[in-house]
């Protein structure tokens, strides 16, 4: 049987070559990181999990117009995307202090935002993906001052979606983050949502306790990562409790 050929393995997910030029698989895998891999485990139907959240959030993205990778999911761990070329920037939108902006102008967690906030990130492990402003971006030609709007304007219009979406189950959406490609069609380049938006990706407290449903669960070690994810994918009727978790077969009398 032939094999197929693996173009990256990150420490979410793998990409392998597409069925036609110009797609990709993206396999999610169970793997959980934080603190730059210094801390790692392997939840069980984590990758489920996120291969379905990320579904329905860049389904409902590509319905109101917002341009995404995602073309189809093909099964329980892997989707069909469209390749595109990374941007090689992190870019996060916060509505509420919490992280790393907490920790670094001393703001209590859970404060209100005036408005959005949107940062950049530039991707390196090496380095621990260190906050850069539009001078590095632009003096470094990592993305030019068109794209940096375009960017801007496709994270401000993700937030509000996502933000409506969330606040119709009960969950605040704190702050996320996402990953924007290029994709060429003729002579011209467009900018179009890639990666992943899944509770690994995002902030997401319970509107009414507060409770913590994404990645700080694993980050903080306060509890079950796929338990939270499975509230969050139970909440919007993506699967059902349990689904994506490896149970026992059971006797039925
Ligand atoms: P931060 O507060 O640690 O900077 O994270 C902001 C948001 O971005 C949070 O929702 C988690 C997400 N994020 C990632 O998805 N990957 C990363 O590597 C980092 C640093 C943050």
């Not at 139907?45 to 995602?70: C, D, Q, W």
């Not at 209590?108 to 590095?136: M, Q, W």
């Not at 669960?217 to 079950?224: A, C, I, K, T, W």
């Amino acid at each position: 049987m032939a094999r197929r050929t693996k173009v990256y393995e990150g420490k979410a997910k793998v990409l392998y070559e597409g069925p036609e030029p110009g797609t990709l698989v993206q396999y999610f895998k169970d793997d959980a990181t934080a603190n730059n891999a210094e801390k790692h485990d392997v939840i069980d139907g984590k990758g489920v999990l996120n291969n379905r959240l990320s579904e329905f959030f860049m389904t409902g993205l590509n319905a109101i117009g917002v341009p995404t990778h995602f073309i189809r999911r093909i099964n329980m761990r892997e989707q069909l995307i469209r390749a595109v070329e990374i941007i090689p920037l992190e870019v996060v939108v916060r509505n509420v202090a919490a992280g790393s902006l907490s920790t670094r102008l001393g703001l209590e967690e859970g404060a209100a935002l005036p408005r959005p906030i949107v940062e950049f990130y530039y991707k390196d492990d090496k380095l621990g993906d260190p906050l850069v402003c539009e001078e590095h971006i632009i003096a470094f030609g990592w993305a030019a001052q068109q794209d940096l709007d375009d960017m801007v304007a496709l994270a401000l219009r993700v937030n509000d979606f996502l933000s409506g979406v969330m606040l119709g189950v009960g969950i605040r959406l704190v702050d996320f983050k996402i990953e924007i490609g290029r994709v060429w069609e003729g002579d011209f380049q467009r900018l179009i949502i890639a990666d992943e938006i899944s509770p690994d990706s995002c902030r997401l407290w319970d509107m009414k306790t507060g409770q913590k449903l994404d990645k700080d669960v694993f980050r903080r070690d306060l509890g079950n990562l796929a338990d939270a994810y499975t509230e969050v994918a139970k909440r919007l009727g993506v699967m059902p409790r349990n689904a994506g978790r490896v149970t026992k077969p059971t006797l039925i009398n």
